[in-house]
């Protein structure tokens, strides 16, 4: 698998907006592609999946309706819009890859951070209120 490669991260007021990015060295359009996040002394913590097939995409219950995370196949790249930032989504946001397909997208198999095979270094996103 290629590098991936996270970028866009930085310091905002809460209720602010911040977009990342994760390129890839090699192509993700058949591949499952995925945001996590982990705060200091908390785990890894599931943000959002896009799944190799049918375009599917899935969020957390804690992103979903300000977080928004989109793939871009030609340019091997997967986005996170984060809107209506709150000081708990203060984390280093990882971007993941997992080579498998699995044929049914089960929410404890793409929530997992222990499926997913190859990761970024991460970017730190830092909320104040």
């Known amino acids: 698998q290629g590098q991936l490669v996270e970028s866009g991260g930085g310091s905002v007021q809460a209720g602010g907006s911040l977009r990342l990015s994760c390129s890839a060295s090699g192509g993700i359009a058949s591949t499952t592609m995925a945001w996590f996040r982990q705060a200091p002394g908390k785990e890894r913590e599931f943000v959002a999946a896009l799944w190799w097939r049918n375009s599917n995409t899935y969020h957390s219950d804690s992103v979903k309706g300000r977080f928004t995370a989109v793939r871009d196949n030609l340019k091997s790249t997967v986005y996170l819009q984060m809107n209506s930032l709150k000081p708990e989504d203060t984390a280093v946001y990882y971007c993941?890859?997992?080579?498998?397909?699995?044929?049914?997208?089960?929410?404890?198999?793409?929530?997992?951070?222990?499926?997913?095979?190859?990761w970024g270094r991460g970017t730190q996103v830092t909320v104040s209120s």
């Open positions: 993941a890859s997992d080579t498998e397909h699995p044929p049914i997208a089960r929410s404890a198999y793409y929530t997992d951070a222990r499926e997913y095979d190859n």
